[in-house]
């Protein structure tokens, strides 16, 4: 068989924003503890830290959940996209058929995009806005969606095969 299978991984860049999460995640793991370590809620404060051991670990799960790749699997006309948690825990997050997509276009073409202006936004892509940075109008969960990606000159070449020119526009 002659299957058509393309395979790539974009790390999602850190933000001002996870930055922010991150440190509150440590600000608040740390003050929970000293507040469970406290004389006036223990008799003895050896007793709080089977308490400090599990906000330890909430805190953990919580800012390894911010350490994020995406892994773009394109396999015959399907792309599926699947998040990466800290370089250990995999989840489907995105599912379609090429086929099915309405346009796609780099993301700073404005015109194929008029119209479609009120749809919510997945962005699946590293954050940033780059040569390479695509967006696509397709089904998602019942509701239409723009999806941001960031697809290397293999993948959109893999794309091409089951887009028509009419749907694909690809930056010059």
């Known amino acids: 068989m002659n299957d058509l299978y393309?395979?790539?991984?974009?790390?999602?860049?850190?933000?001002?924003?996870?930055?922010?999460?991150?440190?509150?995640?440590?600000?608040?793991?740390?003050?929970?503890?000293l507040l469970l370590s406290s004389q006036w809620l223990f008799k003895d404060p050896i007793h709080a830290s089977p308490l400090i051991i599990v906000v330890a670990l909430i805190a953990s799960y919580f800012f390894k959940r911010l350490?994020?790749?995406?892994?773009?699997?394109?396999?015959?006309?399907?792309?599926?996209?699947?998040?990466?948690?800290?370089?250990?825990?995999?989840?489907?997050?995105?599912s379609a058929?090429?086929?099915?997509?309405?346009?796609?276009?780099?993301?700073?073409?404005?015109?194929?995009?008029?119209?479609?202006?009120?749809?919510?936004?997945?962005?699946l892509s590293s954050g940033g806005i780059y040569g390479n940075t695509y967006m696509f109008i397709t089904y998602f969960n019942g509701e239409?969606?723009?999806v941001i990606i960031e697809p290397n000159e293999q993948l959109l070449n893999a794309m091409m095969v089951y887009l028509t020119p009419r749907k694909l526009f690809l930056r010059k």
């Open 97 to 123: 058929e090429v086929s099915e997509f309405a346009v796609m276009a780099h993301i700073d073409d404005k015109e194929r995009f008029n119209g479609y202006s009120a749809l919510p936004v997945k962005d």
């Open 67 to 94: 350490n994020i790749e995406y892994e773009y699997l394109f396999t015959n006309g399907t792309l599926d996209i699947d998040c990466i948690y800290n370089k250990s825990k995999r989840k489907n997050i995105f």
């Open 144 to 146: 239409k969606v723009k």
């Open 6 to 33: 393309v395979e790539q991984l974009v790390e999602k860049e850190e933000t001002k924003k996870n930055v922010l999460k991150k440190m509150c995640i440590v600000v608040i793991a740390c003050l929970v503890s």
